[in-house]
């Protein structure tokens, strides 16, 4: 999608805002969003020193090792990028892919508690994203095919299975 304003490069900032029970949708490039009033008086907003997103995030990880029990030494390291625990918890940025699965059962309660779920609910990368879409097309059609089963309604539970042998036979 390009830019509405500059209409030469691609928009990386979708804003939307509502005035008067109207909703704006506004893409943006990152120039175009630079020069952006409402952006520019967020940026401009004096915050307390050392507030950051990586010191709440550094909080609330001493606030969930405090109150769970992590299988994670005092130091553990990431052996494919060489991240350590502390580095990730003052940055909040974690090293390669493998550091999710060396800092596991710290990382996961952490999303699970800020974002009340471990699954990505948002949107899907347009080039990869086929498969992901057909994964939860086939889970949300074998939950429904066990709802149809349950109040016995069996020719619409044929309909859904025969839609998820497809979809599987697709994959």
Request: aromatic fraction near 6%.
């Amino acid at each position: 999608m390009l830019c509405n304003r500059c209409n030469k490069k691609e928009a990386t900032f979708h804003i939307s805002r509502v005035i008067n029970g109207v909703k704006h949708e506004e893409h943006l490039c990152d120039e175009c969003a630079r020069e952006d009033d409402a952006l520019n008086l967020i940026q401009d907003m004096k915050l307390p020193s050392g507030f950051s997103f990586q010191n709440i995030l550094s909080g609330f990880m001493d606030y969930m090792n405090s109150t769970t029990e992590t299988n994670l030494p005092s130091e553990v390291i990431c052996n494919k990028c060489g991240k350590t625990y502390t580095e990730f918890k003052n940055t909040g940025l974690l090293g390669c892919e493998n550091c999710y699965r060396v800092f596991k059962t710290t990382i996961v309660p952490i999303i699970k508690r800020v974002q009340l779920s471990n699954n990505h609910t948002g949107k899907v990368p347009k080039r990869s994203g086929a498969e992901i879409v057909k994964v939860k097309q086939i889970t949300e059609l074998k939950e429904e095919l066990q709802k149809a089963i349950a109040i016995e309604e069996y020719e619409r539970a044929a309909e859904i299975r025969d839609k998820i042998r497809m979809l599987e036979k697709e994959s």
